[in-house]
């Protein structure tokens, strides 16, 4: 039975780390489909942007460490995208539609106030002119803050699991991390993390409850 998160005993947990973008929010992927629809494009155009041409990866991926900031990332996906696709906030206009993830939001708060310090630990897809953390109203939730973008490293390399630790100031064996991306947890399985994959939220969000012995409630729609 899972213990207090104050207490000094050895490998009890005492830390929640969490990614952000289909964890914190809802899956985004139908919400993309539909703004890929609504700006002229095929339903899998933003994806396949994104995932399928190597341009696309190499400037995502350039985004994520801070490389490349959002505005010329915009700029040069949406030359990807099509001629006639405005990348004035592109980044924004296509997440601005995706749901915060609520039950997960309530878990996490649940979990602050039961005595467990909170690490988000993101790779961003930049910051401005479109801040998707504000945009989802999360950012005061936690201790501590790892986004990619900022300390110029993306999961799954080792180090920003590491540095996730050092920050919150806990060993592995005291934390549990939420990811939606099975790839990025085995770097956290080796630092003695305990993992947990979103694919769901009502899962995820159980399962958190019963690790963690707190319950996230049912969060008051505004």
Known sequence: MPMPAGTDEPGVLRGL????????????????????????????????ALNDSADGRRLYAALEIGQLGQDEWNVQTAALLGTHIDPANLMGRAWSKVPAAQRMAA?????????YRLALLSNSFGLEPFNPYE???????????????????????????????????????????????PVNLPPAEALGITTVLATNEDTAVSELESLLGVTAGVPVQG
């Open 17 to 48: 780390i969490l990614d952000f973008a289909g964890v914190l929010t809802a899956d985004p992927r139908p919400t993309h489909r539909l703004w890929a629809e609504s700006e002229g494009l095929h339903a899998e155009a933003w994806r396949a």
């Open 107 to 115: 878990l996490a708060r649940a979990a602050k106030e039961a005595g």
């Open 135 to 181: 945009h989802v109203g999360i950012w005061d939730l936690f201790d501590v803050h790892v986004i990619s973008e900022v300390v110029g490293m993306a999961k799954p390399d080792p180090a920003i699991y590491q540095l996730t630790l050092d920050r919150i100031g806990l060993p592995g064996t005291e934390c549990v991390f939420v990811d939606d991306h």
